[in-house]
């Protein structure tokens, strides 16, 4: 049985931790017990913290592609290695499934064999010029990144906040969600032990608000790298205007699904179900909005009912579990509060509604349906366990209440009918489009939202060149 680690920041490759810095628990989601205790960054590990940072710039801006491709493989394979050990941590942290953490760190694994191939494809161009003059345009890396990664994909967020910069040829400063630290490191461990230099990529942990001022404040830090919520997104995006770093901002969403007359609806309800409950709805492409039309409506809600009361509830180390708690105790407390509110308005409890057991943070997989607008549900993202599932009657409606929100993140469809699906993947706004399918990422695919759901992506080619800056240079 794997012990749950000691914690620590890693600063210039050194594991930085007592003195008289500050803590705060870890604690396992599904039982409230404390894990461990965090030492909290104070200014000085900051500082020291930037200063390795620009040194590890300046050693990994000349890194070869071979080099960056040998440290994204081995670090790859360490993880393949580690897995069973590495998930069990981000189940004790996060709450989810054992599987599903294994599966996130399996993304993991994707993500950096795919940006190991592309790291040779980080050319730019040459212009057509007369006999003696050269114009070429260069990709080269933005600099050292600050990035913060949420709790909920304590693996997967990681992964992407440090592999993206060091294909780039960035160093990288993560401060990952403090709740889910020990996953962080993992990632990072892997790294540093395939071959990273050690002043390429540090973790520190820290009360959120001042390590990002402190950070973002530098102005050695060129870029910034969030996913969160939209609101902490905002205040993030302003911090960066004052030194201009450039940013990724992946933030919120309220996943519309339009469930159509002429759908396959059995198979919508097995992709729906699976999706909503996945992570206990603790993700920002999770299906939200059951935007169904009305000869289906009555079966689509009654199947999702039906699927929600066959989700086994527990802890994520329990082989039979098909959904762990809530990560912390916030998000019942909203799940109360939203799902309170939208039945004082006239929605209807089709199944859950309720906390479940007297330990951890449980709550109950949950379908409300004829949710009136007014409801807070319909324009906050409720990020947990809850569908919400409403009838429509025309295409026209259906695509209205899609685009309504200020979100733009994942959308999914199901019709099979070809023509709309091409009306659909041109009028739906959002960064991500399923049609007929749940699965709307990879590791060769951008990843990221419109509008409120922020800007700039990561995966696939563009989430490397996301890191990296355009110089042209003109030679007489
Ligand atoms: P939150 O908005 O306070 O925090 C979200 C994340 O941002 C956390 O990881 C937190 O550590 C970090 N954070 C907060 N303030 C910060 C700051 N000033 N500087 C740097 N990082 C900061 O709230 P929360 O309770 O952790 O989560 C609530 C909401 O956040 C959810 O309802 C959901 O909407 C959103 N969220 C989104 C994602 C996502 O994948 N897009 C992930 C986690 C949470």
């Not at 994707?110 to 990709?139: C, D, H, I, K, M």
Request: aromatic share 6%.
């Amino acid at each position: 049985m794997t012990q749950y680690p000691s914690l620590h920041m890693i600063i210039d490759g050194t594991r930085v931790s007592g003195g008289n810095r500050r803590t705060s628990a870890v604690i396992n989601p599904a039982t409230g017990e404390t894990l461990g205790e965090l030492p909290l960054a104070d200014a000085a590990d900051l500082d020291r913290a930037l200063e390795v940072a620009q040194s590890g710039f300046a050693i990994w801006r000349k890194s070869t592609p071979q080099e960056r491709a040998a440290v994204l493989q081995g670090a790859a394979r360490l993880m393949v290695e580690r897995a069973d050990e590495i998930a069990r941590v981000a189940t004790l942290e996060e709450g989810k499934p054992f599987a599903e953490a294994k599966m996130e760190l399996m993304m993991n694994v994707g993500l950096f064999n795919f940006y190991a191939g592309e790291v040779f494809r980080l050319y730019g161009r040459e212009l057509v010029r007369p006999e003696g003059q050269r114009s070429t345009v260069r990709w080269e890396p933005v600099g050292p990144v600050a990035a913060f990664a949420p709790w909920n994909f304590p693996l997967g967020n990681p992964g992407r906040k440090l592999g993206a910069p060091i294909a780039a040829g960035c160093s990288v400063i993560l401060k990952s969600a403090e709740e889910t630290p020990a996953s962080a490191l993992a990632i990072l461990q892997c790294l540093l032990d395939a071959g990273l230099p050690k002043e390429v990529a540090q973790a520190v942990f820290g009360v959120p608000d001042e390590v990002s001022r402190h950070l973002l404040g530098s102005p050695i830090i060129r870029k910034l790298s969030f996913t969160g919520s939209t609101v902490v997104g905002k205040h993030l995006a302003r911090l960066a205007t004052e030194n201009m770093q450039r940013t990724t901002m992946e933030l919120g969403g309220h996943g519309p699904v339009l469930v159509f007359n002429d759908a396959d609806v059995d198979k919508a309800l097995a992709n729906a179900v699976g999706g909503k409950y996945r992570n206990a709805g603790q993700v920002c492409v999770s299906p939200t909005r059951f935007i169904v039309q009305e000869d289906v409506f009555e079966r689509f809600r009654d199947g999702f009912i039906e699927g929600a009361r066959k989700v086994v509830v527990g802890n994520g180390l329990d082989p039979a579990t098909t959904m762990g708690p809530m990560a912390n105790p916030r998000r019942p407390d909203a799940m109360e509060r939203l799902i309170g509110d939208a039945l004082a308005k006239g929605a209807k409890l089709g199944a859950g509604g309720t906390r479940l057991g007297n330990q951890g943070y449980f709550y109950a997989p949950s379908v409300i349906s004829e949710v009136p607008l007014d409801a807070a549900i319909m324009t906050e993202e409720p990020f947990g366990p809850v569908a919400i599932v409403n009838p429509y009657a025309t295409e026209e409606q259906m695509i209205a209440e899609a685009n309504r929100l200020p979100y733009g993140l994942a959308a999914y469809n199901w019709t099979n009918d070809a023509a709309r699906q091409r009306r659909l993947a041109a009028q739906i706004e959002a960064g991500m489009v399923g049609i007929n399918s749940h699965m709307i990422g990879g590791a060769d695919a951008p990843f990221g939202g419109v509008k409120w759901s922020g800007h700039g992506s990561e995966d696939g080619p563009e989430g490397v060149k996301a890191c990296m800056v355009l110089k042209a240079v003109h030679e007489g």
